[in-house]
């Protein structure tokens, strides 16, 4: 499986290209198959490029879109959009983050040592399956979505561990670790995230959709959902900024490294800024992939732009200032940065800059800009919107 993950955007789009023909029927009738890590899968594993923007969520679904009507697509870009609809939920609840990092960092303390929780870690727990999950996901930095989903629910029922460790295991190891995916992903298991609904995973149904490769024994037979205080209603949408205006700087981040001239349409970029710093993600797979996607970017946008392009390792204040100095500009702009360690670190340097007369711009997607709006309650509502929204922005007919 290594070198599965190829940390650059022309990997990202062979791969693209070569899934294309096989996201309508092939992907509905097989994706919830797992045959293992060596087999040939049904799904597409884009998901790096997509967690990192190496590959945007709108020109996978419109590379999909042009060879398949949305009717016989609707499987795959229903599950892009899931993606999109986690973020824009979480854009307008970010305290849902908030109460994810103080939980589980009290966990944390509370389980040092416990040895269940490092034999669940290690794949030393017995169960079937699960233990290969967890050395699959250390040894791979992947794993498929129904094994997530199995893995997810026997940590949280059967072994009774705390969600939050699992999340936080998985954010760890996923190349795609994602603060929206995983930690509504793991909610939604633990039957946080829709109001009394779990995931129960059942032998059958894994040795179903593995092809025999396992049948645990032992399984939690019944999902009482876990409780929490209740969650604060959607608070509206934080405002973006626009790319046009005074020259500028382009900083580019882990959250959106492919930075293209649909986002900076109308701006008069004088230099470029990569900062893809290694100590705001979880994981060293996460690391070592977005790493040289800086890298690879870095020359891309080199092509892209006349003005001067830094690579530094550091997200901070000084760094940025310097760049915009020395690209000769008092204003940054940046691809919007979703709820996590990046927004959260770009918010401390917007006000660091302002003391130095620097102005710092968070630029909205088209793609996010359409779908979060309609990410206020549940998946359903919002997937209702989906092929008038795609049809809008010209990617469908319907
Ligand atoms: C417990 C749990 C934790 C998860 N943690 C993450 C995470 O940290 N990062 C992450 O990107 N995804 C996460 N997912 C969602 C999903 O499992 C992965 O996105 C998917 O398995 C990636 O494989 P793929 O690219 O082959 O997907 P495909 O089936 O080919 O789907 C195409 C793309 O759609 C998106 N997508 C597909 N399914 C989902 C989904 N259920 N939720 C959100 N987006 C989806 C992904 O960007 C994916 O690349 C999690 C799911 C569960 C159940």
Redesign the pocket.
Known sequence: MNGLFEPTRAAGLARLHA?VPHAGRA?AEG?NSDLGPDRP?A?????????YRLLN?QE?CAAVLEQHSLAAAEK?VQ?????T??KGWLEMRPGIWTRFVEERDVQRERLRNVRALEQAEEGRTGIEGFDDWARELVETG????HA??W??SIWIFTLRLPWTL??DF??RH?I???AA??TL??R??AGLQTAGKT?LATADNIARHTGGRFAPKGLARTAEPLTESPVPAASPLPQAGSAQGAPALLLVTSEDMAPDAALWRGADIRGICIAADPALLWGDRARGFVAEAARDMAALLGEMSAGPVKQVDGLDAGAVAQAARAAGVSRVITPYAPVGPVAARLADIARALQGEGIELVQVRRDWDETFWPHARKGFFPFKQHMGRLLEDMGLTRI
């Open positions: 899934f992907y994706r899968s799904v597409s594993r884009l998901s790096p490029w997509l967690r969520e996978v795959y599950e892009v959009l899931w993606r609809y986690w992947y794993l498929h979505n997530r989903m893995f997810a699992g999340a998985f954010l996923l795609d670790a994602d995916s995983n992903s793991w939604w298991v995931y």
